[in-house]
Nanobody
Framework: QVQLVESGGSLVQPGGSLRLSCAASSSIFRIYTMAWYRRTPGKERELVASISTIDTPDYADFVKGRFTISRDNAKTTLYLQMDNLKVEDTAVYFC????????WGQGTQVTVSS
């Protein structure tokens, strides 16, 4: 089973930036469309962005123009560059395949607050 370890979350002011990372434990990473998800209290986990095996990104409307997803297959690592953060981006962020094929990691907390 592939292990996923998210990192990079922090407390940041509105308008600030963060870069999240997700390290996968297996090179099988490279054959999957990968995705970032987030969960806020009282809400279902939602898809934030995904990136195909040929680096084609796709974004939820609420992050378009602000977030950038990328991947490094050699490092089996997924990234999420988050710019112009808003209070409503506060959540725990997770990575997984787009089909949610692997066990979830612990996530990384992003808090946007002044």
């Amino acid at each position: 089973q592939v292990q996923l370890v998210e990192s990079g979350g922090s407390l940041v002011q509105p308008g600030g930036s963060l870069r999240l990372s997700c390290a996968a434990s297996s090179s099988i990473f490279r054959i999957y469309t990968m995705a970032w998800y987030r969960r806020t209290p009282g809400k279902e986990r939602e898809l934030v962005a995904s990136i195909s095996t040929i680096d084609t990104p796709d974004y939820a409307d609420f992050v378009k123009g602000r977030f950038t997803i990328s991947r490094d297959n050699a490092k089996t690592t997924l990234y999420l560059q988050m710019d112009n953060l808003k209070v409503e981006d506060t959540a725990v962020y997770f990575c997984n395949t787009k089909g949610e094929n692997w066990y979830w990691g612990q996530g990384t907390q992003v808090t946007v607050s002044s």
